[in-house]
């Protein structure tokens, strides 16, 4: 690991405040939506114009909607999900020991505050908010994650002269949370700064010996 960044014991502490955070500001923002706004198209609140708005969805499973097969593949994320919490808390510590770059500890504490906002949602909504799908074995592990996050990027027919999709329509229109952009965020910035996160010492050039500091004072 590059020399600059052993010079201190990185505090686990600070970046479970930063995961902390962004669990806080998710869990009022999913709040706030279910107290104050009505779901689908009528409670919409623009943002910029028609391209973002706010708009109160429940997602059942994963991102962009995605399922997985009923009745148990809820439960079956919910406890993954549960898993990948304790196995982030796990490797955020071991990266404070290790004095990994502080940058990339914190992208790991966005990415953790966002699994568990989500978490939260799929384990104690279906009791808070009785949002759990109809015909759920239980409300536990079953809660439906809230979205309000919208940005329609594009809705439409694609031109008839593009290869393979050309004449189709399609709908580009994400809806997400805090949760899921903390996640977003520290993936990419992750990506974005590898070279500088993971950055390896440099060996040494070839043909070159390692000499005594003293060595030409010698003799």
């Given at each position: 690991m590059h020399p600059t960044l052993t010079t201190r014991q990185q505090s686990a502490a600070?970046?479970?405040?930063?995961?902390?955070?962004?669990?806080?500001?998710?869990?009022?923002?999913?709040?706030?939506?279910?107290?104050?706004?009505?779901?689908?198209?009528?409670?919409?609140?623009?943002?910029?114009?028609?391209?973002?708005?706010?708009?109160?969805?429940?997602?059942?499973?994963?991102?962009?909607?995605?399922?997985?097969p009923a009745p148990y593949g809820k439960l079956v994320l919910s406890g993954f999900r549960l898993l990948a919490v304790f196995g982030l808390s796990y490797y955020i510590i071991r990266l404070c020991k290790q004095r990994a770059a502080g940058g990339y500890i914190a992208c790991m504490a966005l990415i953790l505050g966002g699994a568990v906002g989500n978490l939260i949602d799929s384990v104690f909504y279906g009791i808070i908010y009785d949002n759990a799908p109809f015909g759920s074995p239980t409300r536990w592990f079953y809660?439906?994650?809230?979205?309000?996050?919208?940005?329609?990027?594009?809705e439409?027919?694609?031109?008839?002269?593009?290869?393979?999709?050309?004449?189709?329509?399609?709908?580009?229109?994400?809806?997400?949370?805090?949760?899921?952009?903390?996640?977003?965020?520290?993936?990419?910035?992750i990506l974005l700064n590898q070279s500088r996160f993971f950055k390896q010492d440099e060996p040494v050039g070839e043909g070159k010996a390692l000499v005594a500091p003293d060595a030409e004072n010698l003799g």
């Amino acid at each position: 690991m590059h020399p600059t960044l052993t010079t201190r014991q990185q505090s686990a502490a600070k970046f479970f405040l930063l995961a902390l955070f962004v669990i806080a500001i998710d869990q009022l923002s999913k709040w706030a939506v279910h107290t104050y706004m009505q779901p689908g198209m009528a409670g919409e609140i623009p943002l910029i114009g028609h391209w973002a708005k706010l708009h109160y969805t429940l997602n059942p499973g994963m991102a962009f909607g995605a399922e997985l097969p009923a009745p148990y593949g809820k439960l079956v994320l919910s406890g993954f999900r549960l898993l990948a919490v304790f196995g982030l808390s796990y490797y955020i510590i071991r990266l404070c020991k290790q004095r990994a770059a502080g940058g990339y500890i914190a992208c790991m504490a966005l990415i953790l505050g966002g699994a568990v906002g989500n978490l939260i949602d799929s384990v104690f909504y279906g009791i808070i908010y009785d949002n759990a799908p109809f015909g759920s074995p239980t409300r536990w592990f079953y809660g439906q994650v809230i979205d309000m996050l919208y940005v329609d990027i594009y809705e439409g027919f694609l031109p008839q002269n593009w290869p393979l999709i050309g004449g189709k329509y399609v709908s580009l229109w994400p809806i997400f949370n805090i949760a899921d952009s903390s996640i977003f965020i520290g993936v990419a910035i992750i990506l974005l700064n590898q070279s500088r996160f993971f950055k390896q010492d440099e060996p040494v050039g070839e043909g070159k010996a390692l000499v005594a500091p003293d060595a030409e004072n010698l003799g």
